[in-house]
């Protein structure tokens, strides 16, 4: 095959890919997991500019680096027990390794009699480039009607909107501090609580004197 | 361009690396990175079959693009959920987590 600085370029953005996921799943540290996690999104991103959806790249970078990513670091900042967490791997590792190779090669041998359809006789040696359909200039123009067209993808873009809407609202209200009202209502027993604890370290230092 | 299929083993690579992470791991915050890189590799499987497929129908990037609204919604919940488990249990280690195990 000869080497093209297309396929040279897919050929870095996939080990990129697979090269930060694979530290991701093996990272002791999770907050270096999370930003290898950040690098692989990326590479991801690379990939779908080297399959000319640009649009999908550029939700991949805003989306995924630039909101998940961050929230799965806010999220391991929040929980500061998080990063020294003993055993990285519980005990069925391995049983899961095995699991997802024998997957790997089953999918692989899945994908390989495609190959006949894309132009490959004998990939081994024998191999010739994919030349796919061009993609057509207005395909943004498309895909923006499309999703506001009733007959084509409007009802699935509301639906949508609602569950982004759902999930807003019921993160916001699982991670609310809980009761607030309540305290509010009760503030005998607050101001008690509050007495105790401040009373527990001052009895502890007097013991110790 | 480079042909379908070695786009077809890269996503089954991530998709592979992914299952491993949310097998193997205890942390319930690295196991939702790792679903999140089975989403990726599933939706580098649509764009790739959209563009060597179908490039002149836009249904392939409007599916990928849906991926990544479920894929935002479910890491805002997942994150929130483990954030108040946190809060109760003061663990994210999964198997700690067993109030519904039998």
Redesign the interface.
């Given at each position: 095959m000869e080497i093209t600085f297309q396929s040279l370029t897919f050929l870095i953005f996939s080990v990129v890919t697979l090269g930060a996921a694979l530290m991701v799943v093996t990272t002791r540290n999770l907050f270096h997991a999370a930003l290898y996690l950040m690098l692989s999104l990326f590479g991801v991103a690379g990939l779908f500019i080297l399959l000319s959806a640009p649009l999908i790249a550029g939700f991949q970078v805003v989306v995924y680096i630039g909101a998940i990513a961050i929230l799965i670091i806010f999220a391991i900042m929040l929980t500061p027990q998080v990063m020294q967490v003993v055993g990285v791997r519980n005990n069925q590792w391995m049983l899961s390794l095995g699991l997802a190779v024998f997957f790997f090669l089953m999918l692989v041998s899945v994908v390989s009699p495609f190959m006949d359809e894309v132009g490959v006789e004998d990939w081994s040696t024998d191999f010739k480039e994919d030349n796919p359909a061009a993609v057509p200039d207005d395909t943004l123009v498309d895909f923006g009607q499309s999703i506001v067209d009733s007959q084509r993808y409007l009802l699935p873009f509301e639906i949508a909107s609602i569950l982004l809407m759902a999930a807003l609202i019921g993160a916001v209200l699982l991670v609310s501090p809980p009761n607030k009202a309540k305290a509010k209502r009760q503030p005998i027993y607050d101001a008690r609580d509050e007495m105790e604890v401040q009373q527990g370290p001052s009895e502890q230092s007097a013991a110790g004197d | 361009?480079?042909?379908?299929?070695?786009?077809?083993?890269?996503a089954?690579?991530?998709?592979?690396?992914?299952?491993?992470?949310v097998?193997?791991?205890?942390?319930a915050?690295?196991i939702?990175?790792?679903i999140?890189?089975m989403l990726?590799a599933v939706?580098?499987n649509l764009?790739?079959f959209?563009?060597?497929?179908t490039?002149?129908r836009?249904g392939g990037?409007?599916f990928?693009?849906?991926v990544?609204?479920?894929?935002?919604?479910?890491?805002?919940?997942g994150?929130?959920?483990?954030?108040?488990i946190?809060r109760r249990r003061?663990?994210?280690?999964v198997?700690d987590v067993d109030l519904l195990k039998w």
């Open positions: - | 361009m480079v042909p379908l299929w070695m786009y077809l083993v890269v089954a690579g991530l998709f592979c690396i992914g299952m491993y992470g097998l193997s791991r205890r942390n915050v690295a939702l990175m790792s999140e890189l990726n939706n580098i764009v790739a959209w563009r060597y497929l490039p002149e836009i990037q409007v990928a693009a849906f990544f609204v479920v894929a935002a919604a479910e890491t805002a919940v994150l929130a959920l483990i954030l108040m946190y003061q663990t994210v280690v198997e």
